[in-house]
Each structure stands twice: as structure tokens, then as C-alpha cells.
């Protein structure tokens, strides 16, 4: 599979089997051995460096936030949930793989009881641990998360 850039664009099929890879690469052995000091995966507390690392080994996209409120107790605040990479308009990568903004809501109404309201670029990563300080991120942990998408995933 070809690398993609700020300027390359996926058909349709290459956009499945990489959502495909990187799902599969997010549920392993070795993604969770990374990620075993901050007790975490990747739809569980790891989303930012998720996120990150797949910025990173894609070599394009933006960081995004999806924010929302949860189902349960009516009128819940709306706040942060997770951090998605958007590779384009509407394509959006987490460790579920690639989806379009109408299916990553759904997934989030489905399975979080959450109502998305928001899709919105983060701030520059250096102001993180101040927005999401129940989230963990260390640079070095998305590093080598990056490493292994890039030997997973690309290869």
C-alpha cells in the first residue's frame, strides 16, 4: 500500500483495507504491550495517542475532537469524548479503523450512548494535558505506536 501524504487521496477500496489494518493493528498483542503503562487501548483512554500516532505514521491529517453529551442524565453538559485523525473531508481514523462522520456518530449513539454534537480540530498538542487531564498522552508512547502502524499497516 502506498503512503499516503497531504496531497494523496484513497480509492474507496485502499480507504477499507487500511481502516481494515489499522482496527486489526489496535486490537494486537503488541499495540497493547505499548501501551500497558498508561492501562489504557485504543477506544479507552488512549484516543489521543492514537490519534497522534497515526498522524504521524500516515504522514497526513489533523488531530479532531468529538464532542457530545451522553444519553444518561438527560441534559448531561456537552464535553470532549475522543480524539479521531481526519484524513480528509469526511474520513476520520480511531482504532475502529476509517469511517465517514455520519457512521462515527452512529458508532458513538450505538455504543457509548453518546450523542456527538461537535467535530472540531484540537489545539496544538502542547496544550493537551490541560484540556484532557484524565486523558493520557506522552509523546514517546505515540512514537512508538507510530512505528508499529507504519510496520502493520504500510508494509
Known amino acids: 500500500m502506498r503512503t499516503p501524504t497531504a ?44 490519534a497522534e500516532a497515526l498522524r504521524q505514521a500516515l504522514n497526513t ?24 485523525l481526519r484524513l480528509a473531508p469526511n474520513s476520520y481514523a480511531d482504532g475502529d479503523g ?20 461537535n467535530l472540531t480540530p484540537l489545539p496544538p498538542m502542547s496544550n493537551w494535558p490541560g484540556l484532557f487531564p484524565d486523558t493520557p498522552f506522552d509523546q514517546s508512547t505515540s512514537v512508538q505506536l507510530a512505528d508499529l502502524f507504519r510496520r502493520k499497516v504500510l508494509a
Open 7 to 50: 496531497a494523496f487521496v484513497l480509492s474507496e477500496g485502499e480507504r477499507r483495507q487500511l481502516g481494515r489494518k489499522i482496527a486489526a493493528v489496535c486490537r494486537s498483542n503488541p499495540f497493547y504491550d505499548v501501551l500497558s503503562l498508561w492501562g489504557c487501548g485504543a477506544l479507552d483512554g488512549g484516543c489521543l495517542m492514537v
Open 98 to 117: 476509517i469511517s465517514g462522520e455520519r457512521a462515527l456518530r452512529r458508532r458513538w449513539l450505538a455504543h457509548e450512548m453518546t450523542i456527538i454534537t
Open 61 to 84: 491529517g489533523e488531530v479532531w475532537g468529538l464532542y457530545g453529551y451522553p444519553l444518561s442524565p438527560p441534559r448531561a453538559a456537552t464535553v470532549w469524548q475522543h480524539a479521531v
